[in-house]
C-alpha cells in the first residue's frame, strides 16, 4: 500500500515538473531576437577555418553582440551568439571564443561550448542563442 502511493506520488511529481511550453527556457529575457541574415562563401579567405572541422569563424557585427560558427565535420556546423545568455546586456556581456570555448569578460566567470552551448563554468540557468546554418555549395547561411 505504502508503495503504491509512493509511487503514486512520485508519478504526480514528475508530471508536474514536466511543461509542454518551453518559452521560459527559449525566451530569454537578457537577449532580444534580432533578425539577420549573414553569408560565409567558404572560397574566401576571411571564411577558409571553417573548411576544416574543429575550426570556429567569430564576427561581432550580426546578431546582437556577434556571431561565432564552428564546424564539426564540413556538414554540421552550430552557430551561437556571443553574449551572456545569463544577465543582462552590458559593455562587458560580450563573450571572446578560445578553442571550443567562449568567454564572457564580465567578472561573472561563465564560459559556454560553442559545439553544443552549454555552460561549462560559472552559474545561470539559459545556454548560448542557437542560430540556424544551412550550407549551400560553398556558402553558410546563418541567420536568426
Known amino acids: ?12 511529481a514528475i508530471l508536474s515538473s514536466c511543461t509542454a511550453d518551453d518559452t521560459e527556457r527559449i525566451n530569454n529575457p ?28 567569430a564576427t561581432y557585427n550580426y546578431g546582437i553582440n556577434g556571431v561565432v560558427v564552428y564546424n564539426i565535420n564540413n556538414s554540421q556546423y552550430t552557430a ?11 559593455e562587458c556581456s560580450t563573450m571572446s571564443v578560445s578553442g571550443i570555448i567562449a568567454t564572457c569578460n564580465c567578472d561573472d566567470g561563465n564560459s559556454y561550448n560553442i559545439l553544443t552551448g552549454e555552460i561549462t563554468e560559472g552559474s545561470g540557468q539559459y545556454s548560448l542563442k542557437p542560430y540556424r546554418v544551412r550550407k549551400s555549395g560553398n556558402v553558410l547561411q546563418v541567420s536568426n
Open 30 to 57: 537578457y537577449l532580444t531576437n534580432n533578425s539577420f541574415i549573414l553569408d560565409l562563401n567558404l572560397n574566401l579567405p576571411e571564411y577558409n577555418s571553417l573548411n576544416f572541422p574543429g575550426n570556429s569563424y
Open 1 to 12: 500500500m505504502i508503495k503504491k502511493i509512493s509511487v503514486s506520488l512520485l508519478f504526480v
Open 80 to 90: 551561437f551568439e556571443l553574449s551572456d545568455p545569463n544577465h543582462a546586456l552590458s
